[in-house]
């Protein structure tokens, strides 16, 4: 496997898309050198190729956002790694996370997007995870620290004088044994549940279950037969009921009404005679107490005028004969209480003004002279107003309503009659009418119970069949438990052996991998250590992990008592056996390597280190680690170099073709 391109776009302080491309060279290894300042963006690209291939903290890669784009409303960032597989088949990984467009995004708004193309064929979305765990089976997150690592790293380990605890993650991670005792843990799980379900069934279970089943058929059976009788008697009535209708349509010609219509119609015309003559007694009683009044209603206005035309004349007769008194009153109104003129009367034009107005009382109205017909007091004219009133508002004038009603029911009662008797003349023919009607009437009575009948006999039936396909589903499972019994025994037993195999399987692969670990240790560490020929070997402890160098005379020294420098050298061997141990061919990515080694393991580390590291090296180095010289040495085995080129007033970098000096 080989990184062919690396693309980082606005994490730290690469701004704008920069592409890294990683070429063989001419004999298929290839060693790429990247140059950069401290803060140029080195430890960027090892933590963009990490999380391109795993992910990471949401609120890490929010932090790591470029701050200008961050400021100018661009929260995004993207890595994609074009990978060529072990049979040279391209795969590209592009992981990406964005807030969309919104206004001071934050931690919670950011979305992450994994896009995998494999053969050119991009993978849908609804894959991630599928897709993920393919990318975490290809390259184990666990076994990438030992191929991408930093200066960081290497001190972290040499500086750890008790390093059994990592070394046995490590080589397990690097050997896959997460895997097997994963599996080993999925043996135990199937083991319990295996026992779980483990249940000893006896004879006697499956005789009592045997029995309840019997005795539920022979209900069935019982039921199914009175349900076919019942349909037998259902589909009897249904003909006797078709036979009758057809008689009674030869007989009488109509179609045959059951009972229950008769009455109706009897019932009805009962109703329709009892309010003809509710009718007729309501036109008898208008008749009796209004009626003739009601004819004089004719001549009601004129007796009103007359009425009105005699109180008035009454009325004009009662001013005549009261003139004088009723003129001295007059008279008097003018001065009291106050004079309406301001010059007062006399009193003898005072007695002229009473006399005048007492003959115009005198002389009256001309037109109140009217001659009495009625001659009546004001108490019968008012007693007479108020009955024609009451005869004018009386129900008298719902008479011709009333009467339109009467002929209506009329013609409805003669009509029922006329439908009752229809076709039946004589009393032979009532007879006939009457049977024929009570047994069409019968049968469609017996219809309706035999169809209710027959519908709880089904519904039993359905009942009683799920309860005997339960049963026998019991008695199956109850079987399969009292058959399968030594099965599950040998099952649990096969576990417990797999269990075993795998267990020995760990502790022989885990000897012969911490042999071959000692091994290549051992080979790496005396190609970069100065100490080289006072070592004579190394050895680990296939059980307890336990690191032990042993000296030309077979005594251990302890790893407390090398240098700073040999701990380094240490660790990277370390690191270099447990990459081959894995066998897997992944890219090495180093950062920094050298920076606290002195000249000497230096030379070792260029010349025999990075040529032998593996298929695929990329290198981050600053300008004094790999200076001129060095990179003179590692010049016809590198396939390449870049420079990362910061730029301190816009705090952007970006990279170009060669190393440092051929920019």
Same mark, same amino acid.
């Given at each position: 496997?080989?990184?062919? %391109? ?35 963006? $080195?430890?960027? /690209? ?12 949401? !609120? ?47 931690? %919670? ?117 009175? @349900? ?35 009455? =109706? ?18 036109? @008898? ?20 005028? =007359? ?19 009723? #003129? ?7 001065? !009291? ?13 005072? #007695?002229?003004?009473?006399? &005048?107005?007492?003959?115009?009382? @005198? ?7 009217? $001659?009495? /017909? ?94 005997? @396909? ?18 599950? #025994? ?16 760990? /502790?022989?692969?885990?000897?012969? %991998? ?33 690191? &032990? ?30 990459? =081959? ?24 580390? /260029? &010349? ?23 990179? &003179? ?14 730029? =301190? ?15």
């Amino acid at each position: 496997m080989k990184f062919r %391109k690396f693309t980082i776009e606005n994490y730290k302080s690469f701004q704008f898309p920069t592409d890294i491309l990683f070429p063989d060279s001419e004999n298929g290894k290839s060693i790429f050198l990247i140059g950069g300042m401290n803060g140029a963006g $080195k430890t960027a /690209i090892m933590e963009g190729i990490n999380f391109c291939l795993y992910g990471g903290k949401v !609120e890490e890669i929010f932090r790591s956002i470029n701050r200008k784009s961050l400021a100018l409303g661009n929260a995004s960032v993207s890595f994609e790694l074009e990978i060529e597989m072990d049979d040279a088949s391209p795969l590209i990984v592009r992981r990406s996370w964005s807030a969309g467009v919104i206004d001071k995004p934050k931690v %919670k708004d950011f979305e992450e997007r994994l896009v995998v193309v494999r053969d050119g064929k991009r993978v849908s979305v609804q894959n991630k995870q599928m897709w993920q765990d393919f990318i975490r089976a290809t390259i184990p997150p666990g076994i990438t620290q030992f191929f991408f690592f930093d200066g960081e790293k290497i001190q972290e380990i040499a500086a750890d004088d008790h390093s059994e605890v990592r070394l046995k993650s490590s080589l397990e991670a690097a050997l896959g044994i997460e895997y097997i005792n994963k599996l080993s843990s999925d043996l135990l799980y199937l083991k319990q549940e295996e026992r779980k379900g483990f249940v000893e069934i006896s004879d006697e279970d499956l005789e009592f279950k045997e029995s309840e089943l019997k005795l539920q058929r022979s209900k069935i059976t019982r039921l199914n037969k009175e @349900r076919d009788e019942v349909r037998d008697d259902l589909e009897s009535f249904k003909t006797q009921n078709e036979e009758a209708k057809k008689r009674f349509q030869a007989n009488f010609n109509v179609e045959p009404e059951s009972r229950d219509a008769i009455r =109706q119609i009897e019932k009805r015309r009962v109703q329709v005679a009892n309010r003809l003559g509710q009718v007729e007694n309501e036109i @008898r009683i208008l008749c009796e107490k209004d009626l003739p009044y009601s004819l004089l209603g004719g001549l009601f206005s004129g007796i009103r005028k =007359q009425i009105e035309c005699e109180r008035e004349s009454a009325q004009g007769e009662a001013i005549k004969e009261n003139a004088a008194d009723l #003129a001295k009153r007059i008279v008097r109104v003018v001065e !009291e209480p106050e004079p309406i003129y301001i010059e007062r009367l006399s009193a003898e034009k005072m #007695a002229e003004l009473e006399k &005048r107005i007492s003959s115009l009382l @005198r002389e009256g109205d001309s037109r109140s002279s009217i $001659k009495k /017909i009625l001659n009546i007091s004001d108490r019968d004219a008012a007693k007479i107003l108020q009955q024609m009133d009451e005869l004018e508002c009386s129900d008298i004038f719902l008479l011709q309503p009333l009467l339109e009603e009467k002929k209506e029911l009329g013609v409805e009662v003669k009509k029922i009659e006329s439908s009752l008797q229809s076709g039946v003349s004589s009393d032979s023919e009532k007879d006939i009418f009457e049977q024929l009607q009570s047994e069409i009437e019968g049968c469609t009575t017996q219809i309706g119970r035999k169809t209710e009948q027959l519908r709880i006999l089904e519904e039993d039936i359905l009942s009683y069949e799920k309860k005997i @396909r339960e049963i026998e589903i019991e008695i199956e499972k109850l079987y399969e438990k009292h058959n399968v019994s030594k099965v599950k #025994a040998d099952f649990i037993s096969e576990c417990d052996a797999i269990a075993g195999l795998l267990n020995q399987f760990v /502790i022989r692969m885990r000897k012969n %991998k911490v042999h071959l670990l000692q091994e290549k240790t051992f080979e790496m560490y005396k190609l970069l250590s100065t100490k080289s020929g006072l070592i004579k070997d190394i050895t680990i402890d296939d059980k307890s992990f336990e690191i &032990r160098i042993l000296d030309r005379n077979g005594q251990e020294i302890k790893k407390s008592g090398l240098s700073a420098g040999e701990k380094e050298v240490f660790a990277l061997a370390l690191l270099w056996g447990l990459a =081959q141990t894995s066998e897997l061919k992944l890219p090495i990515i180093i950062d920094t390597p050298l920076s606290r080694l002195d000249s000497t393991h230096r030379d070792n580390i /260029i &010349r025999n280190y990075f040529p032998n590291a593996g298929e695929q090296v990329i290198i981050l180095s600053t300008d004094t680690e790999i200076d001129n010289n060095y990179y &003179r040495t590692l010049q016809s085995h590198l396939s390449g170099a870049a420079s990362l080129v910061f730029n =301190q007033k816009q705090e952007i970098t970006t990279i170009k073709n060669g190393y440092f000096w051929e920019v």
